[in-house]
């Protein structure tokens, strides 16, 4: 048995912030709830990152909730990218059953039932607040990273870009690229003009980033593309002194990994640019939240993997945390998860050789404890207990606790059709996002000039054909099969004459 004064005196100590903090549990001690000790994680490390990790069914997405719930308590908005659908519930109040009854009986905290503002989003036409970007937003250097292009083809993407920059072609959607290449590539006076003042570019290199935008768009990027584009201050609303939860429905991550990575990498770089540097503000501005991340890292490129790697670095001193929620650490590369500074582990079911590899892993990476066998307890932790371990105030690991979580205080279930229906329709950013703009960009503009080039040059054609109309045997004589009867003739022609006067015959 464990010292019970000891732990309580220790663990009190290291998880009592002085300054503003969220609570998430009480501490267990030999299977049993510690009352005494509340497990308070400091706003001021919340942008520091972390992980949520456990396996299917261990409530992974309710300690999602209870953790966004927190911060909407404490003013301030998340992001949640929810792709299993399952977590818009928080928009209404619970409902208090036995079990829950029986978890804050236990724990000594008050339950109460209360709904959160939210708004739901959407990059793939569905209800909520449609989240769009223009291609000239993006630019060269990520649109190319999106498209797996080399080196070559991205300086050819820069110089696209600076051509349409000097000569007043807006690049909203994929459309406006595709043209702007089209015209580059198919036009006369289009692929003089670039190379006068850019020089030639292979006709190739064109084609093959034009295939590279259609394989986007079969992936439905065409939604994502286009104006009005989506103002990432939208996401840091707050109402009635809570935190709005942003909830983007991405179920559809598994067929379009290439649109998720594009919207992934669009997020980071435009939360990166346009958030201020927030300095030591003691608590976060914003957090988000990317569910089934496993499913990211998967199918993610190298660029893509090296991009979240350095946001992961860079975003927080914009006071922005991200936490990624997974079924194993070892989902997670290293290079992000040594990044991560507060870990949340349900429990991991060891089955085979892998699984207790990955358990073995996952337990060599928490702060050492005197208070529990990590390696056996870490299999047997029952649905809403994890391990803990953060960082306090100073930026220290706080020592490994056996959780015992609070539940959710709104609906742990997600919202029905008609739910959805009023409140995207009550929503002020869905109203602000819903109407597409079409303003005349560089299809239109490129559209426009070449159809007027087709008109000038359609009166010279017809004087030409009306002043002087061939024969047929001009036409014969004319065409590709009579230009190489012709040649072979004048070749054997020549050799015959030259045999006569060399005295030669064939």
Do not use: C, W
């Amino acid at each position: 048995m464990a010292d019970k004064a000891k732990f309580i005196q220790e663990l009190t100590t290291r998880y009592t912030p002085k300054g503003e903090f969220i609570t998430l549990g009480k501490a267990m001690l030999d299977g049993e709830v510690v009352t005494e000790v509340d497990i308070k994680i400091p706003l001021k490390t919340i942008n520091r990152h972390g992980l949520i990790a456990g396996a299917t069914g261990t409530g992974k997405t309710k300690t999602v909730q209870v953790f966004v719930e927190q911060l909407s308590h404490a003013g301030i908005p998340s992001l949640v990218l929810d792709i299993k659908g399952d977590f818009s519930g928080i928009a209404e109040p619970g409902s208090e059953n036995a079990i829950i009854t029986d978890r804050y009986s236990k724990t000594k905290l008050p339950y109460q039932s209360q709904s959160f503002p939210v708004e739901l989003m959407s990059i793939s036409g569905e209800k909520g607040v449609k989240l769009r970007a223009t291609v000239t937003e993006f630019g060269p250097l990520l649109l190319s990273k999106i498209l797996n292009l080399n080196d070559t083809q991205t300086s050819i993407i820069s110089i696209v870009f600076k051509y349409s920059d000097d000569k007043g072609l807006p690049l909203i959607d994929l459309e406006d690229l595709k043209k702007l290449l089209q015209y580059l590539t198919d036009n006369d006076r289009g692929k003089a003009d670039l190379k006068s003042s850019y020089g030639s570019i292979s006709p190739a290199s064109l084609g093959a980033i034009l295939r590279s935008i259609v394989a986007l768009e079969q992936q439905g990027a065409t939604k994502l593309f286009g104006e009005p584009s989506f103002d990432v201050n939208d996401l840091l609303e707050t109402r009635d002194g809570k935190g709005v939860v942003n909830i983007l429905r991405v179920q559809n991550i598994q067929s379009q990994p290439q649109l998720f990575s594009t919207f992934m990498l669009s997020l980071f770089a435009e939360i990166y640019m346009t958030f201020p540097e927030e300095g030591d503000s003691g608590k976060p501005k914003f957090v988000l939240f990317i569910d089934e991340a496993h499913l990211i890292f998967k199918e993610a490129s190298k660029t893509l993997l090296a991009q979240i790697e350095t946001m992961v670095k860079l975003i927080r001193s914009k006071g922005v945390g991200i936490y990624f929620i997974t079924q194993i650490p070892g989902d997670v590369p290293e290079n992000v998860l040594s990044q991560l500074g507060m870990k949340i582990q349900h429990a991991l079911r060891g089955f085979t050789a892998k699984d207790r590899k990955e358990i073995l892993k996952a337990v060599e990476n928490y702060p050492i404890t005197e208070y529990y066998d990590a390696g056996q307890l870490i299999q047997n932790l029952g649905i809403g207990e994890a391990f803990i371990t953060a960082l306090d105030e100073k930026g220290i690991p706080t020592p490994l606790v056996h959780t015992y979580l609070i539940s959710p205080e709104s609906r742990m279930d997600i919202l029905t059709e008609s739910e959805v229906s009023t409140l995207t329709a009550n929503s002020a950013l869905v109203k602000k996002y819903e109407q597409t703009v079409n303003k005349d960009s560089a299809y239109e503009m490129l559209t426009t000039r070449m159809d007027q080039a087709v008109q000038d040059a359609a009166p010279t054609i017809k004087k030409s054909v009306t002043k002087e109309q061939p024969n047929v045997f001009q036409e014969v004589i004319g065409s590709r099969a009579g230009k190489t009867f012709m040649n072979t003739f004048a070749r054997e022609l020549g050799k015959f004459a030259l045999g006569m006067i060399t005295g030669k015959r064939r």
